[in-house]
């Protein structure tokens, strides 16, 4: 059984910085890409971040240049550094990792509140 672990939301203010990291525990054999996405309250799930296991990595165009998508060299483990957030960033931001036969695996989410 394969588990994401999240940590590291929070309440921010406008500007400020937070870190996301990921781990993925369980029956894993490889490297698989992962990724970030939110859901804010009365919204569809979007993608935020992902990374694949060269390290080619895609943003959505609302966090470019703000946001930085990492991962650990050999291990399913996955950051994203949030910086100069704004309010529009609050969500439930979810962990996902595309494992093997195309099947999603998704943590349990962390709270991130942008507000002054």
């Known amino acids: 059984q394969v588990q994401l672990v999240e940590s590291g939301g929070g309440l921010v203010q406008p500007g400020g910085s937070l870190r996301l990291s990921c781990a993925a525990s369980g029956s894993i054999r490889s490297i698989y890409p992962m990724g970030w996405y939110r859901q804010a309250p009365g919204k569809q799930r979007e993608l935020v971040a992902r990374?694949?296991?060269?390290?080619?990595?895609t943003y959505a165009e609302s966090v470019k240049g703000r946001f930085t998508i990492s991962r650990a060299g050999d291990k399913n483990t996955v950051y994203l550094q949030m910086n100069s957030l704004k309010p529009e960033d609050t969500a439930v931001y979810y962990c996902?990792?595309?494992?093997?036969?195309?099947?999603?695996?998704w943590g349990q989410g962390t709270q991130v509140t942008v507000s002054s």
């Open positions: 990374i694949n296991r060269v390290l080619d990595t």
């Open positions: 996902n990792m595309a494992g093997p036969s195309g099947y999603d695996y």
